[in-house]
């Protein structure tokens, strides 16, 4: 790893993600600015939560990678293969195994734990952009929790299609006080980030915003007494697996129409298999 | 009527450069009280309903406001997320043009039912059927809930503004020229639909208009503006009947001829 300080960044860039984090931890769920940097990859490949890893990241951590759940993508190999160069660090599949996680569109099935960060990587950090594009008029939204606009838009859904049609990037309120986007995940994983034991840290590079959820912190999916939220997922058990809780992909299988319902998360269909579980279409492992 | 205000000024300035829009100006306002502010364009009628609402900032001058448990705020030094829940809850502003007021790509009920969900009403069921009972009160179908704005015309946007508007039953609202742009025979209902509204919930309100028929219908009161200075106050009648100022000798005058 010559030419490279420690994980890529330079200690003084480090420092100011750092701070920018610490604020982020102090006040759930509020965006905080910092000064992106350029990366050696793509905007839309994770810059800020790469930026992210990179300044909590230690010599001792083990770090796993997903994107969609999985391992094997591209991208999540990539990540991957830039800390295990830049910084030496160990790295994992296995969630239980990993002390941060960096993710894009998904949280492990399983539990995460106190000892454990998870750092998402986020398109678009602002929960109402889609409603209000002056960023002077977000702002100022946050600051005085009027978020009334933000249940137009459910109550819109619900006149228009009888249910909130939003099925990822679900808004939830944090700690009661800050509207906040939980990134591309399905809304099938927003009761996850809900009194999360491990620490929750958000990096939009392209938006130059850092945001954080600190562990046990209350995360509430925005619904209606009447049409509380409610997690959907694909109504079949995992192909290989067999598992009837986990998200699911569908896969297709051949060129005639053959579909699969796999759990996205890779890791969890693994560890569920290693110890006997089988599917419809899966061998023993 | 009682002696408490429920809004006043006091020595209110503002000049745009040389432009004299607000020249020591005090109003009052009693409970329940509608009162009508006219004057020939650019004599600031929008400008003192601006500066009395703490939308804009007076050179000089207070305005007060006594809240619904007696307390007495000055608008202007109210920190700015109290003036905002102020506008949310108890206040309403009615504007000329109801575009500039209602959201365009959301339905009537999202329109009328977003008071409601700012003050955290979260119950659909709920917000619907109230916005329905606000869109039957300013004479709109109840079956138009679900329809955007754009498909209305213009009455039927000024009386969803209005809806809009009153939902949260504020005590004072704010209205500029709210028949301004529409045609005469449209007016004439919006009017009497206004005049009736006002009267059943007791709806103390500060108008703005340069027609003076508005006045004579609506108001209890008028002040007679004219280049940022009041003229000219009292009761509409004597005010419209009596009008001891030329300026409104003259402006009453014009009505006549017209
Ligand atoms: N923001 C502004 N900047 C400069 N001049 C203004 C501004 N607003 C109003 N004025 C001027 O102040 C005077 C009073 O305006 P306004 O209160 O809108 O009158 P009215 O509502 O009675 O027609 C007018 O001469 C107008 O041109
Ligand atoms: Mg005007």
């Known amino acids: 790893m010559t030419g490279y300080n420690f994980a890529y960044l330079d200690e003084q860039t480090k420092r100011m993600i750092r701070r920018a984090l610490l604020k982020a931890v102090a006040i759930p769920g509020h965006q905080v600015p910092f000064g992106s940097r350029e990366m050696p990859l793509p905007y839309g490949w994770g810059t800020g939560g790469i930026q992210v890893t990179a300044a909590v990241l230690g010599p001792n951590d083990t770090l796993k990678v997903i994107d969609q759940g999985a391992d094997d993508t591209t991208n999540a190999v990539s990540i991957r293969r830039f800390f295990a160069r830049t910084a030496g660090v160990a790295t994992t599949t296995r969630t239980a195994e990993a002390t941060i996680i960096q993710t894009r569109h998904r949280i492990p099935e399983q539990k995460l734990h106190e000892n454990q960060i998870i750092v998402y990587q986020v398109p678009q950090p602002e929960p109402l952009s889609r409603l209000e594009s002056s960023r002077i008029e977000t702002t100022r939204m946050h600051g005085l929790a009027e978020y009334g606009l933000m249940h137009v838009k459910l109550y819109e859904d619900i006149t228009r299609f009888g249910h909130v049609s939003l099925s990822y990037d679900y808004p939830v309120m944090v700690n009661d006080r800050y509207l906040m986007a939980p990134s591309p995940i399905p809304a099938f994983d927003n009761p996850k980030m809900d009194m999360m034991p491990a620490l929750q840290l958000f990096g939009a590079g392209r938006e130059k915003r850092i945001y954080a959820i600190p562990p046990y912190t209350k995360v509430v999916s925005l619904d209606f007494d009447d049409h509380p939220f409610r997690t959907t997922r694909a109504p079949h058990a995992c192909g290989l697996c067999g598992a009837t809780d986990s998200y699911l992909d569908e896969v297709v299988t051949d060129d005639r129409g053959g579909r699969l319902f796999v759990c996205s998360d890779t890791d969890h269909c693994e560890t569920h298999r290693d110890v006997g579980h089988v599917g419809s279409e899966g061998v023993a492992a | ?258």
Request: avoid cysteine; glycine fraction near 10%; hydrophobic fraction near 45%.
């Open chain 2, 1 to 258: 009527m009682s002696d408490e205000t429920l809004l006043s000024a006091r020595g209110l300035n503002l000049h745009f450069g040389t432009i004299p829009a607000l020249v020591n100006v005090d109003a009052d306002l009693w409970p329940g009280e509608v009162l009508a502010v006219v004057g020939e364009s650019g004599s600031g009628k929008t400008t003192l309903l601006n500066v009395l609402s703490g939308r804009m900032a007076a050179q000089s001058g207070v305005v007060w406001y006594r809240d619904t448990a007696g307390r007495i705020a000055d608008v202007h030094a109210m920190p700015q997320p109290s003036l905002r829940a102020l506008h949310r809850s108890d206040w309403g502003f009615v504007q000329q043009n109801p575009r500039d007021n209602l959201r365009m790509g959301v339905t009537a009920g999202g329109n009328v039912g977003e008071r409601l969900m700012a003050q955290g009403s979260r119950h659909y069921g709920d917000i619907r059927a109230e916005a329905i009972r606000w869109l039957e009160q300013v004479e709109i179908d109840a079956d138009r809930v679900d329809d955007l704005p754009r498909t209305f015309s213009g009455g039927m946007l000024q009386r969803l503004q209005i809806a809009r508007t009153l939902v949260t039953h504020p005590r004072l609202v704010f209205m500029d020229e709210p028949t301004g742009g529409l045609d005469v025979s449209v007016q004439a209902r919006l009017l009497d639909l206004i005049r009736g509204l006002v009267a059943r919930f007791g709806i103390a309100a500060v108008l703005v208009t340069h027609d003076l028929a508005v006045a004579r219908l609506l108001a209890h009161r008028v002040m007679v503006m004219q280049r940022g200075v009041v003229v000219e106050t009292g009761l509409t009648d004597q005010v419209l009947d009596d009008p001891q100022h030329p300026y409104t000798q003259l402006l009453v005058s014009s009505v006549l001829q017209a």
